[in-house]
């Protein structure tokens, strides 16, 4: 079964703390995107990497990080030093960076 | 930044209407796609058009593309209340090597 997945789907974290969210993909895709999404909002870029080994800061990348050490995964970590982590994050996968993109479900993330 | 833009931002209409969202772009672009999102869920994509299309169609969808005027429209026909979702645009900007994201059109299809 190909596809896109995402782990926690929910994810409660207490102000100070560092949390990673997973996403992983057997769709064998080069590009991989991280987005965050506030309620009643468009998607914003986080972090975006085309190729394993490489990724490239979107437009809100200040507070995050990511890795790529293997194709299928692309791992995000909320630091501490995002103000205002709570929000709707995807992920999502892609041939090319101009392609059809796949997303996975979410991960809701909370700061309690 | 944003490169697409939809317009309605909410739509509420009855079951069996037809509902038609648009979007429009700031620079010229390879192509156009249209994604729709559930509550609470990932995006889907339902419909790719090049910059040297004008119309496409799948299914009840229908999307337009007009080059000269920098927009698109997704044509939703006899509309159901399990299309109720969000629907974005995305853009791949000429010179640029990634998909731009509208704030997309909350459709909401009344039974």
């Known amino acids: 079964d190909g596809g896109i997945t995402q782990s926690p789907k929910y994810l409660f974290r207490k102000e100070g703390q560092n949390v990673t969210l997973s996403c992983e993909q057997n769709?064998?895709?080069?590009?991989m995107y991280w987005y965050r999404q506030d309620p009643g909002q468009g998607l914003r870029l986080i972090y975006y990497s085309q190729i394993v080994n490489d990724f490239q800061k979107g437009d809100i990348a200040e507070g995050y990080s990511v890795s790529r050490e293997k194709k299928e995964s692309f791992p995000l970590t909320v630091t501490s030093a995002q103000k205002n982590p709570t929000a709707f994050y995807l992920c999502?996968?892609?041939?090319?960076?101009?392609?059809?993109?796949?997303f996975g479900p979410g991960t809701r993330l909370t700061v309690l | 930044s944003q490169q697409g833009e939809e317009d309605p931002q909410a739509l509420s209409i009855q079951e069996g209407e037809n509902a038609t969202m648009n979007c429009s772009y700031k620079?010229?672009?390879?192509?156009l796609q249209w994604y729709r999102q559930n509550s609470g869920r990932g995006l889907v994509h339902l419909i790719l058009i090049r910059s040297n299309e004008r119309e496409k169609h799948s299914g009840r969808l229908r999307v337009t593309l007009d080059t000269s005027k920098k927009s698109s429209s997704l044509l939703i026909t006899a509309s159901r209340a399990a299309d109720t979702a969000s629907y974005f645009c995305?853009?791949?900007?000429?010179?640029?090597?990634?998909?731009?994201f509208g704030g997309g059109t909350r459709l909401m299809v009344k039974p």
């Open positions: 999502a996968s892609s041939i090319g960076p101009l392609g059809t993109q796949y």
């Open positions: 995305a853009t791949d900007a000429d010179a640029g090597n990634m998909l731009t």
């Open positions: 769709l064998n895709h080069d590009a």
């Open positions: 620079t010229s672009i390879n192509n």
